[in-house]
């Protein structure tokens, strides 16, 4: 069975870091492009960050510098490096697998198929 298991939120203050990790397990997550998304209460996904196939990454404007999407294929794990970390960065944190349609931009949260249950970062000032 696929599945994609987000862990490594928590709460921090305005400044820290904290690493987020993504385990694939059933299928190889270097075989699909993957991503980052981030939803606050009453608001839609939005892509933070993001891991094509051929290992380009791309990044959303407001965290470019501070987040690093990385991928460690030994252990089949998607990470989010997120340094400097502000208030507004404070959502809930999904992994998200296998983008369906490449045509689309990478950061369309309907166009992927697999996604974990999520891991709540919280920032305060």
């Known amino acids: 069975q696929v599945q994609l298991v987000e862990s490594g939120g928590g709460s921090v203050q305005a400044g820290g870091s904290l690493s987020l990790s993504c385990a694939a397990s059933?299928?190889?997550?270097?075989?699909?492009?993957m991503a980052w998304f981030r939803q606050v209460p009453g608001k839609g996904r939005e892509g933070v960050a993001a891991?094509?196939?051929?290992?380009?990454?791309y990044y959303a404007d407001l965290v470019k510098g501070r987040f690093t999407i990385s991928q460690d294929s030994v252990n089949n794990t998607l990470i989010l490096q997120m340094n400097s970390l502000k208030p507004e960065d404070t959502a809930m944190y999904y992994c998200?697998?296998?983008?369906?349609?490449?045509?689309?931009?990478?950061?369309?949260?309907?166009?992927?198929?697999?996604w974990g249950q999520g891991t709540q970062v919280t920032v305060s000032s």
């Open positions: 998200a697998a296998e983008r369906e349609n490449r045509g689309l931009p990478i950061f369309v949260a309907y166009n992927y198929r697999l």
């Open positions: 891991l094509s196939l051929s290992g380009f990454a």
């Open positions: 059933g299928y190889a997550s270097s075989r699909y492009d």
